[in-house]
Each structure stands twice: as structure tokens, then as C-alpha cells.
């Protein structure tokens, strides 16, 4: 079946200057623990994530990718520096409008699947929305239903799916709000590598044909292949940016700085 979601759907509008970036972080350290415990998981990281571009981060085990991500989407607080979600300084939010920030304007995908084991499919995919008060768009909802390929299992529970078809409906769940940006840490690192790639085309698709923004975590550089533009954390700090990466390419530049056994204090 080859549907495709619509590419007649709004893109979110950028409203100023920093409207070219869905997200974005300036300066960012996030220390962890104190004293001789104490890890600097990101060491001042600038880095912006492109309106209607899929992004990912790449970088060795301990680098960071995991602590920025979280930083960015408003999971995790910095230490110091800001994150902005579109114009919006994240930072400075208290929890209850951070939490509805969350809900309003981005989509989360964990390796993990994440999705409510006494829901049907359907109700797992419009959970954020209802969560947010927020009425789904039908079209966009149906769009994303047939992209995904779920149409006959929207009334299955996550337990009667494969782990393939688990992660499709958390894409689809990301997606369901229209988000500013969806972020997604190591979405394919529970599945096989077919599956894997479904979604990966998936998160692609839906970026290329509806203008969305996707800001993926990954340490494989066949997953980093299908986005856009690659950046590169090593050590808590931002050492490269890589535009139309190939897996070669992004393997090459991973080999140069993934060495790296110890943390800094
Ligand atoms: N809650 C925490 N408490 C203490 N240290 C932490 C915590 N979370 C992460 N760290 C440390 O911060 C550093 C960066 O961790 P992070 O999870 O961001 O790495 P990552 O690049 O996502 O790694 P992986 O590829 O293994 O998932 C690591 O040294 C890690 O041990
Ligand atoms: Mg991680």
C-alpha cells in the first residue's frame, strides 16, 4: 500500500528570529552528582535542530546524545546555558507550563516503545492529544494510521504487536499533535534491522512529504544515514555537523573520536 500523509497540512509558523530552528540549545551543561561523582555530560553545547529537517545525533556510548536530547525536549533541566523550543526559552518555564509544552509541542519515540499496555493502538496514538485537551485533526490522524500501516490493528492492545509494529505506533504517536519537533532516542535499538528500517523510512517520510521536524538519537551510523544532517557529540561537546550523510561517511567521521573509555570529572 502506498499512502502517504498530506503535504497540504500547516507547517507550524515560525513567528521570529529563531523561527528557522524547531529547537535548539546555547551553551548547555548538565553535571551530574557532585563532588568525585561528578560527570560533566554536556560541557557547553550550542547546537540548533532545523524547522522540517530530520536531524540526528550520533556520538559513542557516554557521550552526551541521551543528557542533550532530554535537555532540548524539557525531560531534563540544564545546569546552565538554555533550550528553546521554537522562540520559546524552555528554561525559563515553571513545570506546569514546561508539562504543557511538552504535550502541546513535541512528540516522543523511546527505544522502549513507551506505549500503555491496557489501551487499544487507537487510543495509544490520540493519548497525547486527549492528555492535552486537544481535538485530533481526522484527516491528518487517518493519513498517519495508513503510513504507518496499522489500519487493521487499531483495536489490538501493544501486547498483541511485534516490536516493529510497537514503534510504529508510537510514531504515529509522536505525530498525532502536529508537534513543533518530534525527538527520538534510539527508536530502532529494540528492533531488528528490518524493522528498524521501516521506521527509520517512516520518521524520514514523514518529515519529507508533511514538512516535520525529527530530532533523532542513534549510535549506528546506518540509522544517522537517513537524516539530513548528522551532529556529533563526543565527550559532552558538539565536534562535528555532517549534511547528507552516507553510512560510510558518518562511520569514517565516528571512528576519528569514538575511542573514548574515560569521563571527564
Ligand atoms: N542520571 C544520571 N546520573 C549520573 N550520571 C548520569 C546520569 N545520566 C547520564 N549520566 C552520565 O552522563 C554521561 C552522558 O550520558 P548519556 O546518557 O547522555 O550518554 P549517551 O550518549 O546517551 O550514551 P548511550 O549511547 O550509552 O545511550 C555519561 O557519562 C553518563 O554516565
Ligand atoms: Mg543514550
Known amino acids: 500500500m502506498t499512502t502517504t500523509v498530506p503535504t497540504s497540512e500547516p507547517t507550524p509558523t515560525p513567528t521570529s528570529t529563531s523561527a528557522a530552528f524547531a529547537a535548539r540549545v546555547v551553551d548547555a551543561v548538565k553535571l551530574y552528582g557532585t563532588g568525585d561523582t561528578r560527570v560533566r555530560a554536556l560541557d557547553g553545547v550550542s547546537v540548533d535542530f532545523p524547522a522540517g529537517r530530520f536531524t540526528a545525533i550520533m556520538g559513542p556510548s557516554g557521550s552526551g546524545k541521551s543528557t542533550l536530547m532530554h535537555c532540548a525536549a524539557g525531560l531534563d533541566t540544564l545546569t546552565s546555558g538554555s533550550a528553546f523550543i521554537g522562540d520559546t526559552d524552555i528554561s525559563a518555564l515553571d513545570d506546569r507550563r514546561l508539562t504543557l509544552l511538552r504535550r502541546r509541542r513535541i512528540g516522543f519515540v523511546f527505544q522502549s516503545f513507551n506505549l500503555l499496555p491496557t489501551l487499544t493502538v487507537a487510543e495509544n496514538i490520540t493519548l497525547p492529544l486527549d492528555l492535552a485537551g486537544e481535538r485530533p485533526d481526522p484527516e491528518w490522524l487517518d493519513a498517519l494510521v495508513d503510513t504507518v500501516g496499522l489500519r487493521d490493528r487499531l483495536h489490538h492492545r501493544p501486547g498483541e504487536l511485534s516490536g516493529g509494529q510497537q514503534q510504529r505506533v508510537a510514531v504515529a504517536r509522536a505525530f498525532a499533535g502536529s508537534p513543533d519537533v518530534v525527538f527520538a532516542d534510539e527508536p530502532t535499538g529494540n528492533l531488528d534491522s528490518r524493522s528498524g528500517q521501516e521506521v527509520l523510512w517512516l520518521l524520514g517520510r514523514t518529515v519529507r512529504q508533511a514538512a516535520r521536524t525529527?530530532?533523532?538519537?542513534?549510535?549506528?551510523?546506518?540509522?544517522?544515514?537517513?537524516?539530513?544532517?548528522?551532529?556529533?557529540?563526543?565527550?559532552?561537546?558538539?565536534?562535528?555537523?555532517?549534511?547528507?550523510?552516507?553510512?560510510?561517511?558518518?562511520?569514517?567521521?565516528?571512528?576519528?573520536?569514538?575511542?573514548?573509555?574515560?569521563?571527564?570529572?
Open 214 to 265: 525529527v530530532v533523532m538519537v542513534t549510535h549506528d551510523p546506518v540509522a544517522a544515514a537517513h537524516a539530513d544532517e548528522v551532529v556529533f557529540l563526543a565527550d559532552g561537546r558538539l565536534v562535528d555537523r555532517m549534511s547528507e550523510p552516507t553510512a560510510e561517511r558518518v562511520l569514517d567521521r565516528f571512528k576519528s573520536f569514538a575511542p573514548h573509555p574515560s569521563r571527564r570529572r
